[in-house]
């Protein structure tokens, strides 16, 4: 069965301060790893795509990693606004459907 | 305007009660998505369409039922609402192929 784990569940960091997310997964073949923000009261909003172990992607303040097992979204300095909730989802080899993880609450105080 | 509209946006009902959640798109998607999201479990796949004529099951389809009109349109029926569908209810749409999915903003349900 395809699963999807995320850690830590809350992740709370004062501005500046980088840190890493972590979504780990277990599928038989990797189409795809997605990750989505979602802020309260919105629907997950995409992010990035990364398809094979060693790629990375960046956006502003952020940077996913991919390897066989798991997938890294870094923050570098961030700022209040990257408080958000951050959801990974896999999609596998044989599948046409997303398995997501259950989120981590990321908090970043001024 | 949203990419993906879901309405209404919050409903509070009782139980027992039909209810319908409505999905529309302007994307031109052909593939569309029913989750529920509860906290500390994720998103759940309610049932998913991949054109008008082609309907399918996920992971927690018992106690709910689907409709696509149209290729821009996908609603979620609750027949006989129960308290333990109350949940946040999410619309998605998509292409084929390992393409992200796009979300609506949500229905949050509640079931007294």
């Known amino acids: 069965e395809d699963q999807v784990t995320q850690s830590p569940e809350a992740l709370r960091l004062q501005e500046g301060e980088s840190s890493s997310l972590n979504c780990s997964y277990t599928?038989?073949?990797?189409?795809?790893l997605f990750w989505y923000r979602q802020d309260p009261g919105k629907g997950p909003e995409f992010l990035f795509t990364?398809?094979?172990a060693g790629e990375e992607k960046e956006k502003e303040r952020l940077k996913a990693t991919l390897t066989k097992k798991e997938s890294f979204l870094h923050i570098t300095a961030p700022k209040p606004e990257d408080s958000a909730t951050y959801l990974c989802?896999?999609?596998?080899?044989?599948?046409?459907?997303?398995?997501f993880g259950p989120g981590t609450r990321l908090s970043v105080l001024p | 305007d949203a990419d993906v509209t879901q309405t209404p946006r919050n409903r509070i009902t009782k139980t027992g009660k039909r209810i319908m959640l409505e999905c529309s798109q302007t994307k031109g998607h052909d593939r569309m998505y029913w989750y529920r999201q509860d906290p500390g479990l994720g998103l759940r796949l309610i049932y998913y369409?991949?054109?008008?004529?082609?309907?399918n099951k996920g992971e927690i389809s018992d106690g709910y039922s689907v409709s696509r009109q149209a290729q821009a349109k996908f609603s979620l029926s609750l027949e006989s609402a129960i308290p333990n569908q109350t949940a946040l209810y999410f619309c998605a749409t998509g292409y084929a192929g390992n393409q992200p999915q796009h979300f609506g903003d949500g229905t949050r349900l509640s079931i007294l």
């Open positions: 990364l398809y094979s």
């Open positions: 989802a896999v999609q596998a080899d044989y599948g046409q459907n997303f398995v």
């Open positions: 599928v038989s073949g990797l189409r795809g």
């Open positions: 369409s991949f054109d008008v004529k082609d309907i």
